[in-house]
Nanobody, 117 residues
Framework: QAQLVESGGDLAQPGGSLRLSCAASGIIFNIFKMGWYRQAPGKQRELVAHITPGLIKEYADSVKGRFIISRDNPKNTVYLQMNSLKPEDTAVYYC???????????WGQGTQVTVAS
């Protein structure tokens, strides 16, 4: 039974940092592309960053230079290090796992990130 569990969301001040974690179970983690998405109230879900099995990374323009995605395959965990946080980063952040060629895709429950002073 595939499961993704996010953690690390919290209140943060502008300019601060948070690290989100996504622990996966029930999947062969190392063959999945892992991604972080976010959704703010009244807005559509958007891609924040993803990392392929080959460790190729892509970022939304809005977070380039501030966020870093990484994965630890032995721990079945993907991380999102968020630095220089801005109020517009406020959203529910969701972990995503996608398997190429098969359309297999799984989502976590989300973790709230709020950036405000």
């Amino acid at each position: 039974q595939a499961q993704l569990v996010e953690s690390g969301g919290d209140l943060a001040q502008p300019g601060g940092s948070l690290r989100l974690s996504c622990a996966a179970s029930g999947i062969i983690f190392n063959i999945f592309k892992m991604g972080w998405y976010r959704q703010a109230p009244g807005k559509q879900r958007e891609l924040v960053a993803h990392i392929t099995p080959g460790l190729i990374k892509e970022y939304a323009d809005s977070v380039k230079g501030r966020f870093i995605i990484s994965r630890d395959n032995p721990k079945n965990t993907v991380y999102l290090q968020m630095n220089s946080l801005k109020p517009e980063d406020t959203a529910v952040y969701y972990c995503n796992a996608k398997l190429a060629y098969s359309s297999s895709e799984f989502w976590g429950q989300g973790t709230q990130v709020t950036v405000a002073s």
